[in-house]
């Protein structure tokens, strides 16, 4: 089974600054890869996902990331935070149709 | 076009008493997921269909969950009798084959 290590249960940044969430899996070929945003009271969102087409894969809200095979990572930036960044990020493996969930990193934006 | 939509977003109830869960899936979406979000546990699958078929429920906590898809736009998940420990957002998502998951809101249950 696949397992997803997420770096930094609360990451703090100011508005502004850049925003770095880690993800690490498991998986030893190029697995379906994703990172989901959860606002309060909210379900999880898609903000973007891997396919195996672009290494750098653009999202919504101004987010990407980056999947490097030989660091087995997958790591979630945004140049510049904006205070309704703030919210619960999941990255999520997939080996259909079995979907593995790293524990979450909530981000907070300071102003 | 319309999300997932789960229903009810919230639930009180009292130990003993049974709660059901509503969920209608995006229009075409082949396959259903119910997950359970606990601070502890975190994204748990509980089971999924794939056109409208039980295929695996191997994340059901106990016989007191059952869950069904009697068409392709309505599941249900069901807890007979509900203990303090379901507490819990349950999720809906429903997918395309190989796609991503499209979530629900879910549904917040306490269980006093």
């Known amino acids: 089974a696949q397992s997803v290590t997420q770096l930094g249960s609360h990451v703090s940044v100011s508005e502004g600054a850049l925003v770095l969430l880690r993800c690490n899996y498991s998986s030893s070929v190029p697995p379906y890869l994703f990172w989901y945003v959860q606002y309060p009271n909210q379900g999880l969102q898609l903000l973007l996902k891997?396919?195996?087409?672009?290494?750098l894969v653009k999202g919504i809200n101004g987010f990407e990331a980056e999947f490097k095979k030989s660091e087995t990572s997958f790591h979630l930036t945004k140049p510049s935070a904006h205070m309704s960044d703030a919210a619960e990020y999941f990255c999520a493996v997939s080996e259909w149709p079995q979907f593995y969930f790293g524990t979450g990193t909530s981000l907070t934006v300071i102003p | 076009d319309a999300g997932v939509i789960q229903s009810p977003r919230h639930e009180v109830t009292e130990m003993g008493q049974e709660v059901t869960l509503r969920c209608k899936p995006i229009?075409?979406?082949?396959?259903l997921f119910w997950y359970r979000q606990t601070m502890m546990r975190g994204l748990e699958l509980l089971i999924y269909?794939?056109?409208?078929?039980?295929?695996?429920d191997s994340g059901m906590p106990e016989d007191r969950f059952s869950a069904k898809m009697p068409n392709a736009s309505f599941s249900t998940l069901k807890i007979q009798p509900s203990e303090p420990r379901d507490s819990a957002v349950y999720f809906c998502a429903s997918s395309f084959s190989t796609g991503e998951l499209f979530f629900g809101e879910g549904s917040r249950l306490t269980v006093l």
């Open positions: 229009s075409g979406h082949d396959y």
């Open positions: 269909f794939n056109n409208n078929v039980p295929i695996d």
């Open positions: 891997y396919t195996s087409a672009a290494t």
